[in-house]
């Protein structure tokens, strides 16, 4: 997705003639992918990436509001406290959990709910980078019968379709995880096959950094050639 880069908070790298976008207050909302359900909080990927960003940055105000179980409808409640710290990097991952914790997924509200949730972001921080992801479509290590795996399939492609429109219209960068081949490595996985590992939660931290990094020249101390994961 092409991206107009905001023009605030942007400076040119010493010897380097790039521009390079410095993050003063990072806010992480969403559900246990980012609350870091099954891992300890040091291990978690926006921990992680808000590391990174405090290398280049060490007075980065860094806030993950994120909480387990979440659905839109709890990540709409996670914005007075967002919008209160007035970041410049946001990122927004959510949607699953309205899929895996109902057996009749509203894919129509969700669409009102994350619409309004990109809206108010753009509206109350309107110079913030803003980054959300599609949601995975189907877990190769949890133990799900042929109908509930078809069922779920759907409804998560559904809710990505959603997800991928909504960020377009708003012109928000969304990082395509269905599909990513690090979603068929056991050793991204915690052992209840659903959340991230240790590993997992880094190689989500490497791969959101890039996308960042691409979309917005933010930049962090991540290598290129991360290691962890297929």
Same mark, same amino acid.
């Given at each position: 997705?092409?991206?107009?880069?905001?023009?605030?908070?942007?400076?040119?790298?010493?010897?380097?003639?790039?521009?390079?976008?410095?993050?003063?207050?990072?806010?992480?909302?969403?559900?246990?992918?980012?609350?870091?359900?099954?891992?300890?909080?040091?291990?978690?990927?926006?921990?992680?990436?808000?590391?990174?960003?405090?290398?280049?940055?060490?007075?980065?105000?860094?806030?993950?509001?994120?909480?387990?179980?979440?659905?839109?409808?709890?990540?709409?409640?996670?914005?007075?406290?967002?919008?209160?710290?007035?970041?410049?990097?946001?990122?927004?991952?959510?949607? +699953? =959990?309205?899929?895996?914790?109902?057996?009749? %997924?509203?894919?129509? *509200?969700? #669409? @009102?709910?994350?619409? /309004? !949730?990109?809206?108010?972001?753009?509206?109350?921080?309107?110079?913030?980078?803003?980054?959300?992801?599609?949601?995975?479509?189907?877990?190769?290590?949890?133990?799900?019968?042929?109908?509930?795996?078809?069922?779920?399939?759907?409804?998560?492609?559904?809710?990505?379709?959603?997800?991928?429109?909504?960020?377009?219209?708003?012109?928000?960068?969304?990082?395509?995880?269905?599909?990513?081949?690090?979603?068929?490595?056991? +050793? =991204?996985?915690?052992?209840?096959?659903?959340? %991230?590992?240790?590993? *997992?939660? #880094? @190689?989500?931290?490497? /791969? !959101?950094?890039?996308?960042?990094?691409?979309?917005?020249?933010?930049?962090?101390?991540?290598?290129?050639?991360?290691?962890?994961?297929?």
């Amino acid at each position: 997705m092409s991206v107009a880069e905001p023009a605030a908070g942007f400076r040119s790298m010493a010897g380097t003639g790039r521009r390079s976008r410095v993050v003063s207050t990072y806010v992480a909302l969403g559900d246990s992918f980012t609350a870091g359900r099954e891992s300890i909080e040091a291990e978690r990927w926006a921990d992680r990436l808000a590391n990174s960003l405090r290398a280049v940055n060490p007075e980065l105000t860094y806030r993950n509001l994120a909480v387990d179980g979440a659905g839109s409808a709890d990540v709409l409640e996670q914005l007075p406290a967002t919008l209160a710290l007035k970041p410049d990097l946001v990122t927004v991952i959510c949607g +699953a =959990n309205d899929v895996l914790l109902t057996s009749r %997924p509203d894919i129509d *509200g969700y #669409e @009102r709910r994350f619409s /309004e !949730i990109l809206e108010r972001l753009r509206t109350g921080v309107p110079e913030a980078a803003i980054l959300t992801t599609t949601a995975p479509e189907s877990w190769h290590f949890m133990e799900l019968r042929p109908r509930t795996k078809a069922r779920l399939v759907k409804a998560l492609s559904d809710l990505n379709a959603v997800t991928r429109s909504v960020a377009a219209q708003q012109r928000v960068p969304c990082l395509n995880v269905a599909g990513h081949p690090g979603l068929t490595d056991r +050793a =991204n996985f915690s052992a209840d096959g659903l959340h %991230p590992s240790t590993v *997992g939660h #880094e @190689r989500a931290a490497q /791969e !959101i950094a890039l996308s960042l990094r691409a979309h917005f020249g933010i930049q962090g101390e991540f290598q290129d050639d991360f290691q962890g994961g297929s």
